[in-house]
């Protein structure tokens, strides 16, 4: 990929993304901008990777044609009002601020320079990531396809709707939380059957492994995948039949319904406030 690639945060997603790039061979060490207001943070992986290490925000995006955002939420408006004087339109700024819409950075910003919207999930600390993207309006397909270039690094993209992305952030940010939470659960009920948790707790993780690693490489509907399992009278089917009794779905509905409703309320709060 042509031109210089700029990361303001430095946290585990913008370190991920760098190891990512440098990986898969998109932007060599020496084509990649680094900043964070975390020196030592900042000296470490300039150290680690052969990064550029900048002494501030704007020396990232004066020097980058593409310029990840990758800051907490809470502190993106300050980065935002910093740097607006030097952006160029014919830059790219992707944004990995979770809850912070586009409409928000491009008023900040003042001008025409294509935006586009991501959401990574933490599996993409080891390269198994799904992200969603979404484009601004100024943002054009050959800008998508550097997004897509960029995020696939570490794992894989879809594209949706900027309107999705609450939900997205439910179903894959949150996502990882309430699978881990459910394996918990899993460990749990077999440590209370009297198996010793480190067995249980590997029969679990690889159980989960396996089963999704199926149902991405088959090409079968995740019903097909789970008839396949389930003999009638057999233990499956006894066990399925306790989860539609107590309500599965609709518990795992509530759930997807109150993460997206909070996406929605903390973008509120991050915009207004």
């Known amino acids: 990929m042509e031109g210089q690639i700029g990361f303001i945060g430095l946290g585990n997603m ?7 790039v440098i990986c898969a061979g998109l932007f060599s060490s020496q084509e990649i901008l680094g900043s964070d207001k975390d020196v030592t943070k900042l000296k470490a992986l300039s150290q680690e990777t052969g990064i550029r290490a900048c002494e501030g925000n704007k020396e990232v995006v004066e020097g980058a044609r593409v310029v990840i955002i990758a800051v907490k939420p809470q502190d ?12 160029k339109e014919d830059q790219v700024f992707i944004s990995i601020a979770a809850g912070i819409p586009l409409g928000f950075i491009q008023q900040i910003l003042g001008q025409k320079v294509p935006l586009i919207r991501a959401m990574p999930n933490t599996p993409a600390l080891i390269g198994k990531g799904i ?8 943002a054009t397909q050959n800008h998508l396809i ?4 960029i995020f696939d690094a570490v794992g894989s993209t879809v594209v949706v709707e900027e309107a999705m992305m609450d939900l997205v952030t439910a179903l894959s940010g949150s996502g ?10 899993f460990v749990d009920a077999g440590v209370r059957e009297g198996m010793d948790r480190e067995t249980a707790l590997r029969l679990v993780v690889d159980t989960f492994f396996g089963a999704s690693a199926l149902s991405r490489e088959s090409r079968e509907p995740l019903a ?8 009638p009278g057999g233990t499956t089917a006894a066990g ?4 539609e009794e107590m309500g599965l779905e609709d518990l795992i509905y509530k759930v997807i319904e109150r993460a997206t409703s909070r ?3 903390l973008g509120r709060q991050l915009v207004q406030g």
């Open 240 to 243: 399925l039949k306790v989860m």
């Open 263 to 265: 996406s929605k309320e």
């Open 146 to 149: 550097v997004a897509k270039k």
């Open 176 to 185: 990882p939380g309430f699978v881990f939470r459910i394996m918990e659960a």
């Open 224 to 231: 097909s995948l789970r008839e396949k399992v389930t003999s």
């Open 76 to 87: 993106i408006r300050a980065v935002l009002v910093e740097v607006k004087e030097v952006v």
């Open 14 to 20: 913008g370190s991920a993304l760098i190891r990512g």
């Open 131 to 138: 992200t969603a993207l979404a484009v601004g309006q100024h």
